[in-house]
Nanobody, 115 residues
């Protein structure tokens, strides 16, 4: 199983980014996926989740209305569209899946929101 995030960057407040997580090594369309983030000195926190077919999503209160999680099962990829970014969104963003017997994290991608 491999999860590879990409798309992190330095962006100004109010800007947008789209993160991608390419998955391999398991039947992607069977499992829910989620994005998490960890800022320096903080614990890792859940940002958004999406069900296996994309019909159900959930968001942390801090990102509701600004972030959108989606997935393309044909491409084995989950996305996180981030709009109206704030300095407090600065963190390493990770994608995650739990296959029941094991759980997997990607290596993370850095998002920095700063003027």
């Amino acid at each position: 199983v491999q999860l590879v995030e990409s798309g992190g960057a330095l962006v100004q407040p109010g800007g947008s980014l789209r993160l991608s997580c390419a998955a391999s090594g398991f039947t992607f369309s069977v499992y829910g996926m989620s994005w998490h983030r960890q800022a320096p000195g903080n614990t890792r926190e859940l940002v958004a989740t999406i069900s296996n077919l994309g019909g159900r999503t959930n968001y942390a209160d801090s990102v509701k209305g600004r972030f959108t999680i989606s997935r393309d099962n044909a491409k084995n990829t989950v996305y996180l569209q981030m709009n109206s970014l704030k300095p407090e969104d600065t963190a390493v963003y990770y994608c995650y899946t739990n296959l029941g017997h094991s759980a997997f994290w990607g290596q993370g991608t850095q998002v920095t929101v700063s003027a």
